[in-house]
T-cell receptor, first 117, second 112 residues
Framework: DGGITQSPKYLFRKEGQNVTLSCEQN?????MYWYRQDPGQGLRLIYY???????QKGDIAEGYSVSREKKESFPLTVTSAQKNPTAFYLC????????????????FGQGTRLTVV | QKEVEQDPGPLSVPEGAIVSLNCTYS??????FMWYRQYSRKGPELLMY????GNKEDGRFTAQVDKSSKYISLFIRDSQPSDSATYLC????????????FGSGTQLTVLP
């Protein structure tokens, strides 16, 4: 089955630690995204990548880093510089280009819930 | 002011009711409008997708876009307890990058 796999489902981080969230897709989508979801604030874009070895900052990139070495994979590292990392993190993918249908819009994984302990 | 405003609810209705969910937005560059449904502790799933103004119907769901008023709606007819979820509106401009701007979500409960 095609889809997006995020792991782990739950993650606990100690103060000062870096942690990496995994996102893998087998949809052959070119673009991948990381969003953060906090209660009452909807989803906010952290980083996105339209092509391998290239990525751009979103609205709240400070304290996060990403890499895109393979088309299928877009891991997110939450660094110790991120002062309030407790949130639900969602990875998504889509095709890119000017054509648009229901199947080309963002398809989400099941999320990783990160908690600082 | 947020680019996309959505009433967070919570909204509680009896089974069989017609539900109306709404978003307003300020960015006139938005061309593509989506509604996602998110069950608790799950990722959002794309429910409806509309380009520019107009209506789109899919089963019990109807999406409306009024670009002149910068207002979009999702109607759910004959609501079911299985429709209980958070509904997120999302939108984007045209172009090759498809990053979305989301509303804050409306939590809906359909009571049996």
């Amino acid at each position: 089955d095609g889809g997006i796999t995020q792991s782990p489902k739950y993650l606990f981080r100690k103060e000062g630690q870096n942690v990496t969230l995994s996102c893998e897709q087998n949809l052959n989508h070119d673009a991948m995204y990381w969003y953060r979801q906090d209660p009452g604030q909807g989803l906010r874009l952290i980083y996105y990548s339209q092509i391998v070895n290239d990525f751009q900052k979103g609205d709240i990139a400070e304290g996060y880093s990403v890499s895109r070495e393979k088309k299928e994979s877009f891991p997110l590292t939450v660094t110790s510089a991120q002062k309030n990392p407790t949130a639900f993190y969602l990875c998504a993918s889509s095709t890119h280009g000017t054509g648009a249908t229901l199947n080309t819009e963002a398809f989400f994984g099941q999320g990783t819930r990160l908690t600082v302990v | 002011q947020k680019e996309v405003e959505q009433d967070p609810g919570p909204l509680s209705v009896p089974e069989g009711a017609i539900v109306s969910l709404n978003c307003t937005y300020s960015n006139s560059a938005f061309q593509y409008f989506m509604w996602y449904r998110q069950y608790s502790r799950k990722g959002p799933e794309l429910l409806m997708y509309t380009y520019s103004s107009g209506n789109k119907e899919d089963g019990r769901f109807t999406a409306q876009v009024d670009k002149s008023s910068k207002y979009i709606s999702l109607f759910i007819r004959d609501s079911q307890p299985s429709d209980s979820a958070t509904y997120l509106c999302a939108m984007r401009s045209s172009g090759s990058a498809r990053q979305l701007t989301f509303g804050s979500g409306t939590q809906l409960t359909v009571l049996p």
